[in-house]
């Protein structure tokens, strides 16, 4: 009897730019399914957040929490602070943030990474760890509160530098999707007010526990991907699909 593709014309809409969603894409596609790669906000800096990190600041800072890759390169991006940065902590909240503080000049044996790539991750893994230091939290100014309520007893000084704005959505509305993969809260908001009316046939793919919860107003259709990367996404798609196949 002839096997089709585990994902055979399964239609796959993934709430990010095409550069950021390559592993998705490829696997899926690879295993046959339909994949639209769109983005739903753009990134917009804070130059009042971006000048208060200064020299003088870092001097002051023994542990930079990253919990985006979109913070370290509108820090990195400002030559003149590598030096006061190459020197510190970097907690990254998941191996593509590690990979791009790496890609910007910091070792790796400076880079702590939880082993549960979210927030609730870094919080119970590191907490002990950051109790004595003294912390800088560059984040969006959409950032969820769990961290800095997490943190907010230590030595924490946090920062929105940058702001996640809506953009137009370029997508076909009539387009039925298997799955929506959304990787933010920020995103899932800009995705909803675009597009509130949902089925109970679309299942949407959350990256980490407080995106879930943002997709959980609109929809109770949700997964979350585990771990929380590219590949958990495909892999929290296959686990999910195989289940809706009927047998052949």
Same mark, same amino acid.
């Given at each position: 009897?002839?096997?089709?593709?585990?994902?055979?014309?399964?239609?796959?809409?993934?709430?990010?730019?095409?550069?950021?969603?390559?592993?998705?894409?490829?696997?899926?596609?690879?295993?046959?399914?339909?994949?639209?790669?769109?983005?739903?906000?753009?990134?917009?800096?804070?130059?009042?957040?971006?000048?208060?990190?200064?020299?003088?600041?870092?001097?002051?800072?023994?542990?930079?929490?990253?919990?985006?890759?979109?913070?370290?390169?509108?820090?990195?991006?400002?030559?003149?602070?590598?030096?006061?940065?190459?020197?510190? !902590?970097?907690?990254?909240?998941? *191996?593509?943030?590690?990979?791009?503080?790496?890609?910007?000049?910091?070792?790796?044996?400076?880079?702590?990474?939880?082993?549960?790539?979210?927030?609730?991750?870094?919080?119970?893994?590191?907490?002990?760890?950051?109790?004595?230091?003294?912390?800088?939290?560059?984040?969006?100014?959409?950032?969820?509160?769990?961290?800095?309520?997490?943190?907010?007893?230590?030595?924490?000084?946090?920062?929105?530098?940058?702001?996640?704005?809506?953009? *137009?959505?370029?997508?076909?509305?009539?387009?039925?999707?298997?799955?929506?993969?959304?990787?933010?809260?920020?995103?899932?908001?800009?995705?909803?007010?675009?597009?509130?009316?949902?089925?109970?046939?679309?299942?949407?793919?959350?990256?980490?526990?407080?995106?879930?919860?943002?997709?959980?107003?609109?929809?109770?259709?949700?997964?979350?991907?585990?771990?929380? !990367?590219?590949?958990?996404?495909?892999?929290?798609?296959?686990?999910?699909?195989?289940?809706?196949?009927?047998?052949?």
């Amino acid at each position: 009897m002839e096997r089709f593709p585990a994902l055979a014309n399964t239609k796959i809409l993934v709430l990010r730019h095409p550069s950021e969603s390559t592993i998705i894409y490829d696997s899926c596609t690879q295993l046959g399914a339909i994949v639209h790669c769109v983005p739903a906000i753009k990134i917009s800096p804070i130059s009042t957040g971006l000048s208060q990190i200064t020299p003088d600041l870092l001097h002051r800072i023994d542990v930079i929490i990253f919990t985006s890759k979109h913070s370290i390169q509108l820090i990195f991006d400002q030559p003149d602070l590598f030096k006061y940065l190459s020197d510190k !902590t970097h907690v990254a909240v998941g *191996p593509s943030t590690a990979e791009t503080l790496i890609k910007n000049g910091i070792r790796k044996e400076r880079i702590l990474v939880p082993t549960e790539y979210n927030a609730e991750g870094l919080i119970r893994q590191f907490r002990p760890k950051l109790s004595k230091q003294r912390l800088l939290y560059p984040k969006s100014e959409a950032a969820g509160p769990y961290l800095t309520s997490m943190l907010k007893e230590l030595s924490l000084i946090e920062i929105a530098i940058y702001r996640p704005d809506t953009i *137009p959505i370029a997508i076909e509305s009539r387009t039925q999707y298997d799955y929506v993969v959304i990787t933010s809260s920020s995103i899932s908001t800009s995705f909803f007010s675009q597009y509130p009316t949902h089925t109970e046939a679309t299942i949407y793919v959350a990256m980490g526990e407080q995106t879930a919860e943002s997709v959980r107003q609109f929809s109770s259709q949700v997964i979350v991907a585990s771990p929380s !990367t590219q590949a958990g996404v495909v892999s929290s798609i296959l686990s999910t699909h195989s289940q809706k196949r009927p047998p052949l």
